[in-house]
T-cell receptor, first 110, second 113 residues
């Protein structure tokens, strides 16, 4: 069974804090993705990585960065959290055809 | 740019009914199409994946069809149950070399006991 795990289900941070969201997959997948999901806007791609240390911007990369030092781990970093980054964050991984998602992290920035 | 639309945004049916969820996409040159289920506050669970060369895929009470030329896919759910209540999303991958999926905004299904 494919397993994609995210470090936290719920997170509350203050404006200006540096925030790390971690994602780990156990399937040796090459491709990993970070999305955010907001009501009325659907899923939007923030960043993706097609290999270790390789990354590409998605549709909404502003205010975010990523790190992929090992194949199984893909981190999303909010350098200075802002209230408009309050959202559900979803990590996914893929090899070949099918994409698999983690359980999501509900981030609230106050 | 590929756009994916799911209509209706919400659907309510009595338990036991068969139902169809619709997904349409603007660019028919797709690599594959994937249907997901999302429960409230949770991640997405993959239900079915259809490659561009396929016409349909089945899993249990679920059947997904693909008509590339008309830019449409349907998800058929037989004998619906309250446990089927969730949001269903379809997503399109535009090419083998494409990393991105383009998602619809989903159809929220409620199955009433």
């Amino acid at each position: 069974d494919v397993k994609v795990t995210q470090s936290s289900r719920y997170l509350v941070k203050r404006t200006g804090e540096k925030v790390f969201l971690e994602c780990v997959q156990d399937m040796d997948h090459e491709n990993m993705f970070w999305y955010r999901q907001d009501p009325g806007l659907g899923l939007r791609l923030i960043y993706f990585s097609y290999d270790v240390k390789m990354k590409e911007k998605g549709d909404i990369p502003e205010g975010y960065s990523v790190s992929r030092e090992k194949k199984e781990r893909f981190s999303l970093i909010l350098e200075s959290a802002s209230t408009n980054q309050t959202s559900m964050y979803l990590c996914a991984s893929r090899t070949g055809y099918e994409q698999y998602f983690g359980p999501g992290t509900r981030l609230t920035v106050t | 740019k590929q756009e994916v639309t799911q209509i209706p945004a919400a659907l309510s049916v009595p338990e036991g009914e068969n139902l169809v969820l619709n997904c349409s996409f603007t660019d028919s040159a797709i690599y594959n199409l994937q249907w997901f289920r999302q429960d409230p506050g949770k991640g997405l669970t993959s239900l079915l994946l259809i490659q561009s060369s396929q016409r349909e895929q089945t899993s249990g009470r679920l059947n997904a069809s693909l008509d590339k030329s008309s830019g449409r896919s349907t998800l058929y759910i037989a004998a619906s149950q309250p446990g089927d209540s969730a949001t269903y999303l379809c997503a399109v991958r535009s090419g083998a070399g494409s990393y991105q999926l383009t998602f619809g905004k989903g159809t929220k299904l409620s199955v009433i006991p």
